[in-house]
């Protein structure tokens, strides 16, 4: 069975971090293009991040460079979103996926051309 599975979420001060975890199962996460998108209330979902899986190219929206890190741990079968110097802007519900076929750019996560999503792990920023 083919499944994604978010941790790491939370709550957390304006200034603070958390490390968001994408686990996979039943497949091997370092063949395929892995994304983040986040869903806050009353807002459309936004493509976060992502990273390709041939050249490993990174991607970021535009609300996020330079604060927000993805990485592979091949090792563990999961994707790290590391998120610094958080927002109240930032809280929502992160979801991770992945797309079959390779990716490049933020498009297809606001387009969902994607194949396999997870739950979704709820980050709140507040002070």
């Known amino acids: 069975q083919l499944q994604l599975v978010e941790s790491g979420g939370g709550l957390v001060q304006p200034g603070g971090s958390l490390r968001l975890s994408c686990a996979a199962s039943?497949?091997?996460?370092?063949?395929?293009?892995v994304g983040w998108i986040r869903q806050a209330p009353g807002k459309e979902r936004e493509g976060v991040s992502s990273?390709?899986?041939?050249?490993?190219?990174?991607y970021y929206a535009d609300s996020v460079k330079g604060r927000f890190t993805i990485s592979r741990a091949n090792a563990e079968n999961a994707v790290y979103l590391q998120m610094d110097s958080l927002k109240p802007e930032d809280t929502g519900v992160y979801y991770c996926?992945?797309?079959?076929?390779?990716?490049?750019?933020?498009?297809?996560?606001?387009?969902?051309?994607?194949?396999?999503g997870g739950q979704g792990t709820q980050v709140t920023v507040s002070s």
């Open positions: 996926v992945v797309a079959w076929k390779e990716k490049d750019g933020l498009d297809y996560l606001s387009s969902y051309q994607y194949d396999v």
């Open positions: 990273i390709s899986a041939i050249t490993e190219n990174t």
């Open positions: 039943g497949f091997t996460l370092d063949y395929y293009t």
